[in-house]
């Protein structure tokens, strides 16, 4: 039995999917994984499918390397549950790649936070008059002989106010109050499809205008799963989706006019792309 050593040992271009090294490698991925519950579609990430394969692939078959598991989950991808040594390998990638950078529909929240106390502008003490000597600075006193003279208060140092704790916050200087923040997330969603010529909307980045009797027409941008929706779910195959940022403001307006829409959408050829570019920016281990 050839040895998992030496197969990985064994050179051969990169550039050519159909080789040897290949073929032995996913064959021990096929014989100890199922195959054949991949779902090609618009809605379930292949990338996160391959969540186990790539476990597999790094802590049985001992690769790391990135590109080399993109490159086994990529043709993973185009063949699915075959006989990897015996069957034809499909190396299609005649492809056309839509790159969408999209937000999620807008929520709001209800948080507690800590701000400056309102009665003591967040200094944790309050200047107020001297109860000793009631705000004059002075206090009684007798001199060697006894007569009365007035010194300095000993509480103020003569000048008739004490800084006491603020009783609002207890000196902390900050109270809680609750506050409400409206919140949207960026995501970025990569498809593969056969068909080049799906229609690119209107985005937020982009927005379409058209001349129509002279005048110019602005269309609004696209929501997201509005777009998603329009094309026939065998169109469409999600390779990956990830989260790329969040966009968090206690005003509405200011998040409002994000919310479900498509940010920019971007379409290229896998041709134009490059297989492996495409490999690095969508199935490369992150």
Sequence with gaps: MLKLTTILKENYFRDVLDNPTNRRLLNIIAKNNDLSNIRYNKSNPFLRQMSPIKRFIKDSLFIVDPMKIAELLW???????????????????????????????MEEEEEDREVDCSDCDGYGQKTEECEMCNGTGEEEDEDEEGVPIMVDCVDCTGTGEVDNDCDECAGGG??????????????RAVYLSKDKNI???????????????????????????????????????????????????????YVEDESGKINSIESESMDELGLWGFLKHNLWEK
């Design 199 to 253: 229609t690119m909307p209107p985005t937020i980045s982009y927005p379409y205008k058209r001349i129509r009797i002279k005048e110019i027409e602005s269309r609004e941008p696209i929501y997201f799963n509005e777009w998603v929706r329009s094309i026939p779910k065998e169109e469409l195959i999600l390779i990956t989706e990830e989260f790329i940022d969040r966009l968090t403001e206690e005003h509405e307006s």
């Design 75 to 105: 043709i993973i991808f185009l063949n699915g549950d075959i006989d990897y040594l015996k069957d034809e390998l499909n190396t299609f990638t005649d492809f056309q790649v839509y790159e969408v950078y999209y937000y999620t529909e």
């Design 174 to 187: 900050y109270e809680t109050e609750e506050y409400i923040y409206y919140e949207v997330e960026e995501w």
